[in-house]
T-cell receptor, first 111, second 115 residues
């Protein structure tokens, strides 16, 4: 079954404590992307990756890092989380026709 | 930069009413257009997409959308909504003149269907 998995699904942490949200896809897609979803703002792109070892900033990259060491994985790293990063995060794997397949989401709360 | 607007923040309808949700994008280059639906507590799922050809696109669950290039619009329609259509709807655009940098979503329209 084609799917995108994210872990953890829920996370409560404190300011400054580094965290990683993992994302994995089994569809062999080259293009992957991270979004955050906030009420009234829709989804905003954080980072994307067009291929292994190729990453680029989206619209709201500040405070985030990503890596793409292998095609199936695209982790999102918050080196020093702050309360304004409290949000719902979605990873997406994008097919060659640009259809996006979304993960189940990670709800992050930073205290 | 590309931007996407959706006309309504929250739409409330009774069952069997007709639905039209507006979507406009700002930059008129070569685009692909999408509508996604997010049911409460779930991730986004694709309703329909437009790449080229017939501007009237049919999607799942009885939804359709019409691409009007001259108006930069891609409105979503359904002739008769059901309670189960209660969800948030997002319009999205990918802009090939800025490929990879311009996968842009609208702010969403929340649809509430009253039984």
């Amino acid at each position: 079954e084609a799917q995108v998995t994210q872990n953890p699904r829920y996370l409560i942490t404190v300011t400054g404590k580094k965290l990683t949200v993992t994302c994995s896809q089994n569809m062999n897609h080259e293009y992957m992307s991270w979004y955050r979803q906030d009420p009234g703002l829709g989804l905003r792109q954080i980072y994307y990756s067009m291929n292994v070892e190729v990453t680029d900033k989206g619209d709201v990259p500040e405070g985030y890092k990503v890596s793409r060491k292998e095609k199936r994985n695209f982790p999102l790293i918050l080196e020093s989380p702050s309360p304004n990063q409290t949000s719902l995060y979605f990873c997406a794997s994008i097919a060659s026709d640009n259809e996006q397949f979304f993960g189940p989401g990670t709800r992050l709360t930073v205290l | 930069a590309q931007s996407v607007s959706q006309h309504n923040h929250h739409v409330i309808l009774s069952e069997a009413a007709s639905l039209e949700l507006g979507c406009n994008y700002s930059y008129g280059g070569t685009v692909n257009l999408f509508w996604y639906v997010q049911y409460p507590g779930q991730h986004l799922q694709l309703l329909l997409k437009y790449f080229s050809g017939d501007p009237l696109v049919k999607g799942i669950k009885g939804f359709e959308a019409e691409f009007i290039k001259s108006k930069f619009s891609f409105n979503l329609r359904k002739p008769s909504v059901q309670w189960s259509d209660t969800a948030e709807y997002f319009c999205a655009v990918i802009d090939f003149d800025n490929y990879g940098q311009n996968f842009v979503f609208g702010p969403g329209t929340r649809l509430s269907v009253l039984p």
